[in-house]
């Protein structure tokens, strides 16, 4: 493992400043691109090979977000991302050698936030991460502003200060992703939003080749809240039924 660096050209106005990402994976040409990417984006960096040291380290260090390779050694990234978010929340981005959908969503339903499928750029990873992050600290203020309280659509409820929802008074689990996913089609329900659209607005990611990260999301969330619940306008995007008034 890594000791942690911090970047020599990172400063306190470095929008990635202080911020700890852990980053495993087995390969080290891979483990070590990322590494020194992040470092010249200003974050502290540290890694881990293997399963085992990945979760002891997320322990030790408490990262604030994690970068996780789905094929590892003593245990896969799967059980990784299981165990750390048994013990604190944080975002995952998870990294697959496979374009497999199964593997994506299996990832988004154990706690990730998002993906990547090898082989990826090194500057859309560094601008995931930053995506990630500030999804983290809107997450925090909104968690103590007012909003207006819980929207009801049929029998699903969202709780905006909670960031809780309910389907048929039944909580429902979903990540960070999946809330502010399906917050931004709750705010004009029955309204086509196209792939393009909830990629800007949730993911804050103007790059069109990521729609099939927004295709997987609603995936995830239609197992959660019901399939029933988001229509496809196939060509174009995806709305939220809403009861016929």
């Not at 080749?209 to 609603?218: E, L, P």
Request: aromatic letters at 4%; one cysteine or more; glycine letters at 6%.
């Amino acid at each position: 493992m890594e000791q942690t660096h911090t970047s020599h050209n990172g400063t306190a106005a470095t929008p990635g400043a202080q911020r700890r990402v852990l980053v495993v994976e087995d390969d080290p040409t891979i483990v070590d691109a990322i590494a020194a990417r992040l470092r010249a984006e200003g974050f502290l960096v540290q890694t881990a090979g293997d399963g085992p040291a990945a979760v002891d380290t997320a322990e030790a260090w408490q990262p604030d977000l994690l970068i996780l390779d789905i094929m590892l050694p003593g245990f896969d990234g799967l059980e990784v991302c299981r165990r750390v978010q048994a013990q604190r929340p944080v975002p995952v981005l998870m990294l697959t050698a496979r374009d497999d959908e199964t593997d994506m969503l299996v990832g988004l339903g154990v706690g990730a936030d998002d993906y990547m499928t090898k082989p990826f750029s090194m500057r859309e990873l560094a601008a995931r991460v930053h995506v990630l992050l500030r999804r983290v600290e809107r997450a925090a203020l909104a968690a103590t502003t007012p909003r207006s309280g819980i929207l009801r659509l049929g029998e699903l409820e969202i709780d905006h200060a909670q960031r809780r929802v309910r389907v048929r008074s039944e909580d429902v689990h979903l990540t960070p992703t999946e809330f502010d996913l399906l917050v931004c089609l709750a705010n004009t329900p029955r309204a086509v939003l196209s792939r393009e659209q909830l990629l800007a607005e949730v993911w804050d990611w103007a790059d069109a080749s990521g729609t099939r990260t927004v295709d997987s999301h609603i995936k995830a969330l239609r197992r959660k809240i019901g399939a029933e619940r988001i229509r496809t306008v196939h060509g174009v995007g995806y709305a939220l039924e809403t009861p016929t008034p």
